[in-house]
């Protein structure tokens, strides 16, 4: 059973980049029907996610993010990452990484059935 | 790129009332591409139906999920103490994964 660990810095300064780390364990991180994904939470709102990366390398963003997003992946050391430059008070949020399984092979097909625990991240000075 | 819009934003519902929530598309993926989420504070979201219809590993059959085209409909027939949550729709469309802004299933 894969599981998903997120980890990084609690607190993140205005203008600066946040850098988080999902770490797998539990099985293999290059499937290809596997995306990896990052979606986040702000406090009081609701689900929105940030974009997912194959294990390919292929990336894919929210348009409402992408300028200052960047998610890469680590296959040897079983991690993939999020960075998201000049960052303000709204990203303030708790972010999860998340699996997403596409195609009839999956047993749960087009879906995120695996997700971290989270991690809250407060932009502040 | 795709927009999920969920109704209501609150249900105010007693434990036995039965819940509807749902889910409108902008554009349609497919029911395939259909899944939803039950989200709790401090906990991560688990999904609960895939395929726009299809239960996960151990979630309770009073969870129903229904729909197709851009029209979705999550219901759960008899709401138990546990089910008070917010619950958020998702589609991947052309490789642009979105969720619904959540319905939070309050107790009245």
């Known amino acids: 059973q894969l599981q998903l660990q997120e980890s990084g810095p609690g607190l993140v300064k205005p203008s600066e980049t946040l850098s988080l780390t999902c770490t797998v364990s539990?099985?293999?991180?290059?499937?290809?029907?596997?995306?990896w994904g990052w979606i986040r939470q702000p406090p009081g709102k609701g689900l929105e996610w940030i974009g997912n990366?194959?294990?390919?390398?292929?990336?894919y963003y929210n348009p409402s993010l992408k300028s200052r997003v960047t998610i890469s992946v680590d296959t040897s050391e079983k991690q993939f990452f999020l960075k998201l430059s000049s960052v303000t008070a709204a990203d303030t949020a708790v972010y999860y990484c998340?699996?997403?399984?596409?195609?009839?092979?999956?047993?749960?097909?087009?879906?995120?059935?695996?997700w971290g625990q989270g991690t809250m991240v407060t932009v502040s000075s | 790129e795709i927009v999920m819009t969920q109704s209501p934003a609150t249900l105010s519902l007693s434990p036995g009332e039965r819940a509807t929530l749902s889910c409108r598309a902008s554009?349609?993926?497919?029911?395939?591409?259909l899944s939803w989420y039950q989200h709790k504070p401090g906990q991560a979201p688990r999904l609960l139906i895939y395929?726009?219809?299809t239960r996960a590993t151990g979630i309770p059959a009073r969870f129903s999920g229904s729909g197709s085209g851009t029209d979705f409909t999550l219901t759960i027939s008899s709401l138990q103490p546990e089910d008070f949550a917010v619950y958020y729709c998702?589609?991947?469309?052309?490789?642009?994964?979105?969720f619904g802004q959540g319905t939070k299933v309050e107790i009245k």
């Open positions: 998702h589609q991947d469309y052309n490789f642009s994964w979105t």
């Open positions: 395929g726009a219809s």
């Open positions: 539990g099985g293999s991180i290059s499937r290809s029907s596997y995306y």
């Open positions: 990366i194959h294990y390919s390398g292929s990336t």
């Open positions: 554009q349609s993926a497919g029911s395939h591409f």
């Open positions: 998340g699996i997403y399984c596409s195609g009839d092979t999956c047993f749960f097909p087009n879906a995120y059935d695996i």
